[in-house]
C-alpha cells in the first residue's frame, strides 16, 4: 500500500474509519484494476484507465463517495443523489449498507470509461 494512503486511514476520525474501510474494501474487490491516490487535498481517489472515476470526501458522520461518471449511471437502487451534468453522490452513514448494491454503481462507473 501506498505510506501517502496508509497514513489518511490512520488519520481518519474512529467513528468514520469503519465505513471508510468497508467501502474501500468493496470498492477494490469490484474493480482490481483500480488504482488510488490522494488528490484534491484531502480525497482518497479510485483511478481506472487514467481515469478519475470515484473520489472519496470524509464528513464527520459520513463518507460521501463522488461518481464523476455518475449522471451516465443506470441507478435502479436511488442511491445516486444530485442532479449536475456529470457527477452524482452516494452517502454512506454506517457499516451497515448494501454492498452488492454499491458494487454494482462501481461495475457500471467502470463500464463507461
Not at 17 to 43: D, G, H, M, Q
Not at 66 to 89: C, P, Q, V, Y
Not at 101 to 113: E, R
Request: charged share 30%; with cysteine; aromatic share 8%.
Amino acid at each position: 500500500m501506498n505510506p501517502e494512503i496508509e497514513n489518511y486511514i490512520q488519520a481518519l476520525p474512529e467513528n468514520i474509519k469503519p465505513v471508510f474501510l468497508k467501502k474501500r474494501e468493496i470498492i477494490l474487490s469490484a474493480n482490481p484494476e483500480f488504482t488510488e491516490a490522494i488528490k484534491w487535498k484531502n480525497c482518497l481517489t479510485y483511478i481506472h484507465k487514467k481515469k478519475n472515476l470515484i473520489q472519496t470526501v470524509v464528513g464527520k458522520d459520513k463518507v460521501s463517495l463522488i461518481f464523476h461518471n455518475g449522471a451516465m449511471i443506470e441507478d435502479d437502487s436511488g442511491w445516486l443523489e444530485g442532479d449536475g451534468n456529470k457527477t452524482r453522490t452516494v452517502r454512506l452513514k454506517s457499516e451497515d449498507f448494501d454492498s452488492s448494491t454499491l458494487i454494482t454503481l462501481v461495475k457500471k462507473a467502470v463500464s463507461l470509461v
